[in-house]
T-cell receptor, first 112, second 114 residues
Framework: KAGVTQTPRYLIKTRGQQVTLSCSPISGHRSVSWYQQTPGQGLQFLFE???????NKGNFPGRFSGRQFSNSRSEMNVSTLELGDSALYLCATSSGAGDTQYFGPGTRLTVL | GESVGLHLPTLSVQEGDNSIINCAYSNSASDYFIWYKQESGKGPQFIIDIRSNMDKRQGQRVTVLLNKTVKHLSLQIAATQPGDSAVYFCAENRGNNAGNMLTFGGGTRLMVKP
């Protein structure tokens, strides 16, 4: 069974731009969660989607948004990029609530 | 505030020795804990998990112990190998009754000396 896929793997953007990241879950997984990882703040939860609905949300500004499609693939969008948005963005998928979450390799975003 | 935290940022062990990585949590309502391993340039890799109705769970060369009395979690790695060198995170699933939301500790870097 293929693992979690994230595209692109690397991105370089400038301040003020917006970016869209994609996550394809393990086959059969309907829950997709997004996390931000930085050296200073560690791993922080952004949001979770299940059946195209946002089910949990972390403490991030509204510039961070996401969505999920009917095939469970998910995208997250960051608008008006700031330098502090530079991070590794990870998605994790599971079959349901309280089930093991498996992570993808992440998208490394650099904001200049 | 409530948190999931780690006692040691770096742990250095000799190859073949056992390793113990600790984690403290403060939310007494926590009921599901997970250990992940993250190697450089990769996403976190699931190692083992434990629910609050258990005190101990074993996997291949790994054991997780849960002490609910003192809100403490530990990961034991037997016969540590160079391939075990990585950062280890404990995490707690704090999602609502219908969801997932992992809260991570700061991580412990395990260094295995040959």
């Amino acid at each position: 069974k293929a693992g979690v896929t994230q595209t692109p793997r690397y991105l370089i953007k400038t301040r003020g731009q917006q970016v869209t990241l994609s996550c394809s879950p393990i086959s059969g997984h309907r829950s997709v969660s997004w996390y931000q990882q930085t050296p200073g703040q560690g791993l922080q939860f952004l949001f979770e989607y299940f059946s195209e609905t946002q089910r949990n949300k972390g403490n991030f500004p509204g510039r961070f948004s996401g969505r999920q499609f009917s095939n469970s693939r998910s995208e997250m969008n960051v608008s008006t990029l700031e330098l502090g948005d530079s991070a590794l963005y990870l998605c994790a998928t599971s079959s349901g609530a309280g089930d093991t979450q498996y992570f993808g390799p992440g998208t490394r975003l650099t904001v200049l | 505030g409530e948190s999931v935290g780690l006692h040691l940022p770096t742990l250095s062990v000799q190859e073949g020795d056992n390793s113990i990585i600790n984690c403290a949590y403060s939310n007494s309502a926590s009921d599901y804990f997970i250990w992940y391993k993250q190697e450089s340039g990769k996403g976190p890799q699931f190692i083992i998990d434990i629910r609050s109705n258990m005190d101990k769970r074993q996997g291949q060369r790994v054991t997780v112990l849960l002490n609910k009395t003192v809100k403490h979690l530990s990961l034991q790695i037997a016969a540590t190998q160079p391939g075990d060198s990585a950062v280890y995170f404990c995490a707690e699933n704090r999602g609502n009754n219908a969801g997932n939301m992992l809260t991570f500790g700061g991580g412990t870097r395990l260094m295995v000396k040959p």
